[in-house]
């Protein structure tokens, strides 16, 4: 027995083809839309404004994106390699260098399934990217000498102290710590959205933690739809604190209380993982939990370098002969 197809009227499928019309301006709007994490939004959109500007000398707009997205598929694998050399030359990290290249090949496969463009950037490949060996970071007695140095009893105080606090307490990355929103601390938990996901995690704070950011908290009185940690001087003041922003906090500090090991966000997470896993003579599965890395081999490279030992084969090797 045959299927009953049921008559479309000419209204309906006229209201549909209606709605399936995109503009370019639509497809940018759309395509940013579809980044479920804040984080991602921000980082897509300037990678996207980043290759606009680097190619044209001004920033994304209508017209510039329509221009890209109108290219032929020469064409435009050969402004994105171009552009792909132009950050090589500038010597920028191949994480730094990926993640601008996908915001590209993700605008240019959005624009595609909507009918805005009918080239692919397929053969354009990522930089490969070697294994991150070095976990060095700061030590227990450096950290406490950057927290004494904050000052507390002032606004940016309170709020740097409990950066500082989150960074290493629980091994946040700065943009799981920017994205994070006053109603995200819920009875002694905060909820972020870890690397790659796209639903919120709770992580537990430890007494300290809590009260610094409460005390913190205290004195911002955001709503709980905005952000925890705000910037609070010149033209930005108020707005989201930028990772860039964290990076500068940390470097401050760190010089002003004598540390001369260049300290970034990420380094303090590295610190904070070699610290736990000193500290608990090598506990490599409780400290995936603390990381949410979701490779144990990840954490491995860190133990491995904490006891050293390509060093000590290296020795005993030497000592051989």
Same mark, same amino acid.
């Given at each position: 027995?045959?299927?009953?197809?049921?008559?479309?009227?000419?209204?309906?499928?006229?209201?549909?083809?209606?709605?399936?019309?995109?503009?370019?301006?639509?497809?940018?709007?759309?395509?940013?839309?579809?980044?479920i994490?804040?984080?991602?939004? /921000?980082?897509?959109?300037s990678a996207?404004?980043?290759?606009?500007?680097?190619?044209?000398?001004?920033?994304?707009?209508?017209?510039?994106?329509?221009?890209?997205?109108?290219?032929?598929?020469?064409?435009?694998?050969?402004?994105?390699?171009?552009?792909?050399?132009?950050?090589?030359?500038?010597? $920028?990290?191949?994480?730094?260098?990926?993640?601008?290249?996908?915001a590209?090949?993700?605008?240019?496969?959005?624009?595609?399934?909507?009918?805005?463009c009918?080239?692919?950037?397929?053969?354009?490949?990522?930089?490969?990217?070697?294994?991150?060996?070095?976990?060095?970071?700061? @030590?227990?007695?450096?950290y406490?000498?950057?927290?004494?140095?904050?000052?507390?009893?002032?606004?940016?105080?309170?709020r740097?102290?409990?950066?500082?606090?989150?960074?290493?307490?629980?091994?946040?990355?700065?943009?799981?710590?920017v994205?994070?929103?006053? @109603?995200?601390?819920?009875?002694?938990? $905060?909820?972020?959205?870890?690397?790659?996901?796209?639903?919120?995690?709770?992580?537990?704070?430890?007494? /300290?933690?809590?009260?610094?950011?409460e005390?913190?908290?205290?004195?911002?009185?955001?709503?709980?739809?905005?952000?925890i940690?705000?910037?609070?001087?010149?033209?930005?003041?108020?707005?989201?604190?930028?990772?860039?922003?964290?990076?500068?906090?940390?470097?401050?500090?760190?010089?002003?209380? @004598?540390?001369?090991k260049?300290?970034?966000?990420?380094?303090? /997470?590295?610190?904070?993982?070699?610290?736990?896993?000193?500290?608990?003579?090598?506990?490599?599965?409780?400290?995936?939990?603390?990381?949410?890395?979701? /490779?144990?081999?990840?954490?491995?490279?860190?133990?491995?370098?904490?006891?050293?030992?390509?060093g000590?084969?290296?020795?005993?090797?030497?000592?051989?002969?």
């Amino acid at each position: 027995m045959s299927a009953i197809v049921p008559k479309v009227s000419g209204s309906f499928l006229s209201s549909i083809k209606a709605t399936a019309q995109t503009t370019t301006i639509d497809v940018w709007a759309d395509f940013l839309k579809l980044q479920i994490s804040a984080n991602t939004k /921000r980082t897509y959109a300037s990678a996207l404004d980043d290759f606009f500007t680097r190619l044209t000398g001004s920033s994304a707009n209508p017209q510039q994106i329509q221009e890209f997205l109108l290219l032929t598929q020469f064409e435009a694998v050969g402004v994105v390699l171009k552009y792909k050399g132009l950050l090589m030359d500038l010597g $920028l990290a191949p994480s730094t260098i990926n993640t601008r290249l996908s915001a590209i090949k993700s605008l240019a496969n959005h624009a595609r399934k909507l009918g805005q463009c009918s080239f692919s950037l397929e053969d354009v490949t990522h930089v490969r990217v070697e294994k991150y060996r070095d976990t060095s970071g700061v @030590g227990v007695e450096a950290y406490r000498s950057i927290l004494q140095e904050v000052d507390r009893s002032s606004l940016k105080g309170k709020r740097d102290y409990a950066i500082l606090r989150l960074l290493w307490d629980n091994a946040l990355r700065r943009g799981e710590l920017v994205a994070t929103n006053v @109603g995200d601390l819920r009875e002694g938990k $905060l909820w972020i959205i870890g690397k790659g996901k796209t639903q919120q995690q709770s992580i537990d704070l430890a007494p /300290r933690t809590l009260a610094a950011l409460e005390e913190w908290l205290a004195v911002r009185a955001g709503a709980a739809n905005e952000p925890i940690f705000i910037a609070l001087d010149g033209r930005s003041y108020g707005k989201r604190l930028s990772g860039r922003s964290v990076a500068r906090v940390v470097d401050w500090v760190a010089t002003d209380a @004598g540390v001369t090991k260049h300290l970034s966000p990420h380094r303090i /997470r590295h610190s904070s993982i070699t610290t736990f896993l000193d500290a608990s003579g090598g506990d490599v599965r409780t400290a995936q939990r603390l990381s949410r890395h979701s /490779r144990l081999d990840t954490l491995m490279i860190y133990d491995d370098n904490r006891q050293g030992l390509q060093g000590k084969a290296s020795g005993v090797l030497a000592d051989l002969v």
